[in-house]
């Protein structure tokens, strides 16, 4: 046990850092805090307001529980359930994959692509593939007036996540949820998408043993891999995209580190679209390759 009787919250947070930090964790005071906050269901400035308040038994055999499963390589988010992202706290859990911060990046490119568009008598209409916990749909949802957005996933289990997240930030009518991989679930609707966005799997496969434990051992490997050399995804969805996509309808995808001229070449390589760009993060990452579909073309087949 590393929570003596007669303990306070101080002291608690203080012995948890301690041990998250000697087994190498990289925010140790933050997931102290956190675990903390889920568990005594109060908001952080709480801890350090009532920091002299000592905790009961059983609120200390709680806490040594959860720091446990942290010390184990159990995310902090799988351990409360939730995730913040865009400002929002979504539900998760093992089936999906943990929001991380460079996706808002995806939305913020969302959101000037949304600021080109000329006003329309229809809605915008989306498709989000992937769209594991829902985050990015409905993020989306949110900030896009007139949006209709469709988000689909390979997993039953995730876009169950999915429907409780949108029913809880209350955007459940602007979000279809269909089951499938890719294009699948769409395969009728040629010509129909103003934007299709994505975070697709993007790890190459001999990459995939080198992630943290945290990751390789607990978040869902189908939401990581990216095959052989982490590309599979963009040369499945670039070209096809095309199809579905609008007249000037715009494509836009999370990319992996240093990876954005390779995702831009299989854009060029596909010959169906324009005004190809690289949106950075704020450590000038780019993290977002986006494109508008060529004004003129036509595909056939």
């Keep these: 046990m590393f929570l003596h009787t007669s303990i306070r919250l101080e002291e608690a947070i203080q012995n948890a850092s301690h041990l998250f930090e000697e087994n190498g964790l990289t925010t140790p005071k933050l997931d102290a805090e956190i675990l903390l906050t889920h568990l005594l269901k109060v908001r952080k400035i709480d801890l350090y ?8 038994e059983e609120e200390a055999a709680g806490y040594e529980s959860l720091v446990h499963r942290r010390l184990q390589g159990e995310p902090v988010s799988y351990i409360t359930g939730e995730k913040e992202f865009w400002s929002l706290d979504f539900m998760v859990n093992r089936h999906c994959l943990i929001p991380r911060p460079e996706t808002e990046i995806l939305i913020e490119r969302a959101r000037e692509i949304f600021h080109t568009w000329k006003s ?4 915008y209409r989306i498709l989000d593939i992937g769209t594991g916990c829902g985050a990015i749909a409905i993020c989306l949802a949110r900030e896009i007036p007139n949006a209709h957005i469709t988000a689909t996933d390979i997993s039953l289990d995730t876009l169950t996540v999915a429907k409780k997240n949108a029913e809880r930030h209350k955007v459940l009518e602007k979000i279809e949820f269909l089951r499938g991989k890719l294009f699948t679930p769409v395969i009728e ?10 975070n697709p799997p993007y790890i190459a496969r001999r990459d995939l043993e080198m992630l943290p434990k945290e990751i390789s051992e607990y978040e869902p490997r189908i939401a990581l891999s990216g095959g052989d050399d982490g590309l599979d995804f963009y040369r499945s969805i670039i070209p096809e995209s095309i199809r579905y996509l609008a007249r000037e309808g715009w494509l836009s995808l999370e990319v992996g580190f240093a990876e954005a001229h390779k995702v831009i070449e299989i854009v060029r390589e596909s010959k169906g679209f324009e005004e190809i760009t690289a949106k950075e993060d704020l450590s000038g990452i780019q993290r977002v390759v986006s494109a508008k579909k060529l004004t003129a073309f036509k595909f056939y087949g």
Excluded at 49 to 56: E, K, N
Excluded at 120 to 123: A, D, E, K, R, V
Aim: aromatic share 14%; proline share 5%.
């Design 49 to 56: 307001l009532d920091h002299l308040r000592y905790l009961s």
């Design 120 to 123: 329309s008598s229809h809605p």
């Design 189 to 198: 609707r040629k010509g129909y998408y103003d934007l299709i966005i994505s």
